[in-house]
């Protein structure tokens, strides 16, 4: 079930509102948070460097994913409002991400 759920993200078969604010901006973001969080828990307490810089950046593959679906599925639906906008918020939310 989880490898058709991103079959379906990986093709551009999920609607693009879906997966740009359910997916990306609202689970990503969660996510992102929680990894973030976890890394200056390590940091903090004076963790190993490498186990900080692992947490923090171990949202990375789910951030590619999203931004590559939603580039997919804006293709898709190239005609509505949401496309443009959703390829140019998901390359602002990655970047985002990415430093925080």
Do not use: C, K, Q
């Not at 079959?7 to 973001?29: D, H, I, K, N, Q």
């Not at 949401?82 to 925080?100: D, E, H, S």
Request: hydrophobic share 60%; aromatic share 16%; proline share 4%.
């Amino acid at each position: 079930m989880i490898a058709r759920g991103i079959r379906s993200l990986f093709r551009g078969e999920t609607p693009l509102a879906t997966v740009f604010w359910e997916y990306a901006v609202a689970w990503g973001t969660l996510l992102n948070l929680v990894t973030t969080g976890a890394a200056l828990v390590v940091f903090v307490n004076d963790g190993p460097a490498w186990l900080g810089l692992l947490l923090h950046f171990s949202a990375l593959p789910y951030n590619a994913l999203m931004v590559f679906s939603t580039w997919r599925a804006a293709a898709r639906e190239n005609e509505t409002p949401l496309a443009g906008f959703a390829r140019a918020g998901i390359i602002v939310w990655f970047l985002i991400m990415i430093v925080f």
